[in-house]
């Protein structure tokens, strides 16, 4: 712990801790998983962002069949590559943790199950959740996801405007908790 803790300030410690839902301990360690996926981190830390395939190689994010999503959902890089920087990487292990209120969860997944960025969820949109969230199963035929995806709107689409807005979303998943399970990271 030596290394990273020398890392920050006191302050700084203090002030990720006040943004986030992580104490500066638990900062520190989220630190060190952040170096964990590249060590070069801590030669040239100041400015560094870790790229997404190294992101998405951290074993809790492995098995995530949204990883990608994540990155780009929570990485402010200009380049829009999905690399994160120390910060972007804190936010997310902050939001994904249990300390988190749920209600913040939901809005996270809304953004990374809108694939087009439209601040909605079409159809489209929810066919690539389903075949990423079958992935492993094999494949849906198409009459299944047709009939899935019909039972899942006529459920949760209460407009009947063919989409999802963030409203409609919440709504349906606050009945299906289980939903949420692809957003918990424990650190
Ligand atoms: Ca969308
Ligand atoms: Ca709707």
Redesign the pocket.
């Known amino acids: 712990m030596g290394a990273s803790s020398s890392v920050f300030t006191n302050e700084e410690l203090q002030e990720y801790s006040e943004l986030t839902f992580f104490s500066k301990k638990e900062v520190i360690h989220v630190f060190e998983k952040f170096v964990e996926l590249d060590p070069e981190i801590l030669a040239n830390r100041k400015g560094y962002r870790l790229s997404m395939e190294k992101v998405c190689q951290m074993p809790e994010l492995k098995v995530n069949p949204f990883s990608d999503r994540i990155c780009r959902v929570f990485s402010t890089s200009e380049s829009f590559d999905g690399s994160l920087s120390f910060e972007d990487f804190l936010d997310m292990m902050s939001v994904f943790s249990d300390q988190a209120p749920k209600g913040l969860k939901v809005e996270y997944a809304f953004k990374v199950y809108?694939?087009?960025?439209?601040d909605?969820?079409?159809t489209e949109?929810i066919e690539m959740i389903v075949t990423r969230l079958t992935g492993s199963a094999g494949a849906l035929e198409e009459n299944e996801m047709e009939q899935l995806l019909m039972n899942l709107m006529q459920e949760a689409d209460l407009d009947d405007d063919g989409q999802l807005s963030y409203a409609e979303f919440e709504h349906v998943i606050s009945k299906s908790p289980d939903f949420l399970n692809s957003f918990k990271i424990r650190l």
């Open positions: 809108d694939f087009n960025e439209d909605l969820l079409d949109d």
